[in-house]
């Protein structure tokens, strides 16, 4: 625990002016982003007697080791600056909502020639519109079946479409009318983009002068006695009002406005917000926070307009935004949403009639959404604070161990060998720290090495080594050692086995705190093995002098805990939370491994001569089979004759057919029925994507390959 007076700058040296500051701790790492109208007043605050301060806000200042600032000119530029550094370094000391789901929404990909309907999820993509979000996504595809009666635009995929448009023949949506099938050219692009238009503009809102249009259709349609058209027009009248009615009207001002409301404790507050879009509810959210510092309501709402607003431009940010508190200063925000929008927008707190109704029935929402989060969140906070706690217990660790992380090794018959790094904080996985290592061995090969012991067992040593080499490292880098010691080295410059790739020092960790590598230590290290792996990652550890983490392996058969040093391993009983969480653990360290292995796999599987040519991209290699037809004819072919393909010029040539004359031919095929040698048959030329054909293995090599995974 540091104290803060180590670290506090002189009142003189902080400027009286608006400003952006960061807190970091002792490994350089960014723990909390604040802004202030007055850098010196503000940091002032955080510099008093311990006593007075919130118990969340000591924490903070104890955890931190030194605090820097930035100087802007104005309010909202301090307002864009933090968002964009908690976006940036992720501290764990500010209000960051966390969704616990991804949000589906209604996409209309405009940015396509043929616009496609369908359900997205994650981060927008430019020149989509977006409508939602919702709750789940059948309510997405109950409403776009409606829909398409009226407005029959594309939904299906690029797959689908390609094919329907190399058959002549549309799916089933085209014959059932849902679809105008652009496809097979029933309808032109632009006819197709106008149905997507009319769509958008139905779902934004726009629906009353639409209906309009379609009854002064229907009318005309039977003045003329065309009662089959007017009867289409009726149905499809009444697909519209259906869909309408899925979204009661709450405004009767067809009010364009997002409501916000905040439901706190002392620990926790919940977020929910309603999307109101021409009087109705077009989308709905919820947020859930940790209040790991002292702020007040109106704090919190500013804090969920950045991540709201964030990412958003234009329509995205609606003319008025309700909420239960104004920030302090409202000013600044004001204007930051205006900028956003590109016009005004009007922040305020509803005071009378449907607006603040609407605004108790959001409030109410919050309040249910915070009582369910604590009723999860309280169970699965003691389920694991127990497993940690069993875990020290069964491997007398001083402490629980509150940053885990699980090495495995993957291969498959020695080769494509690869390690997965996992790491566990509190009991929950953090992806955002998983690494994967590809293993060199000593000949710089990536197969394992042969002769000498085991080999799961080397590249466990080697792994171990890489990691906690670099973790070393960066502590010398950062002045951590104590005065007068060394840093330990094993035999080799970098800690690496012979023939593996250098590191550079300074690349480790960045100087403006963003996590980087290998820079925090854990406190167990897991190995997915038995005996002789733990062996082996304890070795590594020693040989660079690191004695205060601890290892443990968990063997697969009888879920067994090996210990260093240990002839006997630890059993835990098979109903321990303890054993559930190392299990998961060494799972996912598994699953993380042998996905990446079968990633290099089929990329080398699916790699042909040409991918060895320096400076040959996919455009290029595309063009010479287009040309050539195969790559046989295309070794066959003259430096001449290469040439003439476009985009290439005589080096190229020359360096291709050197490439080419090196590689070995490709085995002749075979006619499986006779024997029969097929000479004149052509090379397949090489598949370039993974959409396209892989090299084709025998059904029977591929099953007793996947027997052999590791």
Known sequence: MADPSSYRPKPGDIPDCPGVYRFRDEYRRVIYVGKAKSLRQRLANYFQDLAN?????????????????????????????????????????????????????????????????QVMRGHKKKGVRYFGPYGHAWAIRDTVDLLLRVFPVRTCSAGVFKNAARTGRPCLLGYIGKCSAPCVGRVSAEEHRELAEDFSDFMAGRTGTYLRRLEKRMTEAAEEMEYERAARLRDDIEALKKAMQKNAVVLADATDADLIAVAEDELEAAVQIFH????????????????????????????ALQQLYGEESGDAVPKEVLVPALPDPLEPVQEWLAERRGSNVSLRIPQRGDKKALMETVQRNAQQGLVLHKTRRASDLTTRSRALEEIAEALDLDSAPLRIECYDISHLQGDDVVASMVVFEDGLQRKSEYRRFQIKGRAGDTRLWHGEGQDDVRSMHEVITRRFRRYLAEKERTGEWADGEDVPVDGSPDGLPDGAPEVPVGALVEDDGRPRRFAYPPQLVVVDGGQPQVAAAQRALDELGIDDIAVCGLAKRLEEIWVPGEDDPVVLPRSSEGLYLLQRVRDEAHRFAITYQRTRRAKRFRSGPLDDVPGLGETRKQALIKHFGSVKRLRSATIDQICGVPGIGRKTAETIAAALAQAAPAAPAVNTATGEIMEDVEEAPPATTAADAETPVPTSVLDDRRGQET
């Open 276 to 303: 109101v879009r021409g009087g109705r509810v077009r989308g709905q959210r919820g947020w859930v926070t940790d209040k790991v510092e002292d702020v007040t309501t109106g704090a919190l709402v500013e804090h």
């Open 53 to 117: 301060l919130h118990p969340r806000t000591r924490s903070m200042v104890t955890t931190a080791a030194s605090v820097e600032w930035t100087v802007v000119s104005t309010e909202v530029e301090a307002l864009q600056l933090e968002y964009s550094w908690i976006k940036e370094f992720d501290p764990r000391f500010n209000v960051k909502y966390r969704d616990d789901k991804s949000y589906p929404y209604l996409a209309v990909t405009m940015n396509e020639e043929f616009p496609r309907v």
